[in-house]
């Protein structure tokens, strides 16, 4: 089965860091870009960064570029998700989510994983 | 980023149909292909049902159909069904290389 699993959720203060890693299993990690997409509370979804397959192309939401680096490493079949000078609009749950690679889709999804921003 | 424009709710009775739509930009949906669609149940990871505009993914029900004209995009689930309860939301491709999803759709079985 086709499966990805975020990790690394929790409570921060504003201004603080906090790392998100999302472990694949079930597909060629190596061969699938990969985003991370956000929901805060009562809120719809809002897409925050794309890595590609290869690390060559890599995107970001206008509300955390700067403050947020998407990475991969290709070998262990993780992603993540380091974010810095966090902000109480940064509460949300993360999810990752895979590109299908048919024009941007994103055809499996994790749970996702809490992140709270608050003093 | 503004958010692609989605109807707040919609609601059907079983076994009717409904349809929802998205409405972008030029720098989106009117220049792209780039449509999908998704499903949001609470507690649950949101599900693919519709990608490039309207093709399904395999698995998905043919309940599902997806179109679009112009800048606007819609989402028609036919004959509704009390499981179709949830969220919905509209993604897109944007210039500038970034996604924009809608702000999402809560559909209601009557």
């Known amino acids: 089965e086709e499966q990805l699993v975020e990790a690394g959720g929790g409570l921060v203060e504003p201004g603080g860091s906090l790392r998100l890693s999302c472990a694949a299993s079930?597909?060629?990690?190596?061969?699938?870009?990969l985003n991370w997409v956000r929901q805060a509370p009562g809120k719809g979804l809002e897409w925050v960064s794309h890595?590609?397959?290869?690390?060559?192309?890599?995107m970001y939401a206008d509300s955390v570029k700067g403050r947020f680096i998407i990475s991969r490493d290709n070998a262990k079949g993780l992603l993540y998700l380091e974010m810095n000078s966090l902000r109480a609009e940064d509460t949300a749950v993360y999810f990752c989510?895979?590109?299908?690679?048919?024009?941007?889709?994103?055809?499996?999804w994790g749970q996702g994983t809490t992140v709270s921003v608050s003093s | 980023q503004s958010a692609l424009t989605q109807p707040a709710s919609v609601s059907g009775s079983p076994g009717q149909s409904i349809t929802i739509s998205c409405t972008g930009t030029n720098n989106d949906i009117g220049y792209y292909n780039y449509v999908s669609w998704y499903q949001h149940l609470p507690g649950r990871a949101p599900k693919l049902l519709i990608y490039?505009?309207?093709n399904r993914p395999s698995g998905v029900s043919n309940r599902f159909s997806g179109s679009k004209f112009d800048s606007t995009a819609s989402l028609t689930i036919s004959g509704l069904q009390a499981e179709d309860e949830g969220d919905y939301f509209c993604?897109?491709?944007?210039?500038?290389?970034?996604?924009?999803f809608g702000g999402g759709t809560k559909v209601t079985v009557l």
């Open positions: 079930g597909f060629m990690f190596n061969h699938y870009g």
């Open positions: 890595i590609s397959y290869n690390n060559w192309v890599i």
């Open positions: 490039e505009v309207s």
């Open positions: 989510s895979r590109d299908g690679g048919r024009g941007w889709d994103m055809d499996v």
């Open positions: 993604m897109s491709f944007r210039s500038g290389h970034t996604l924009v």
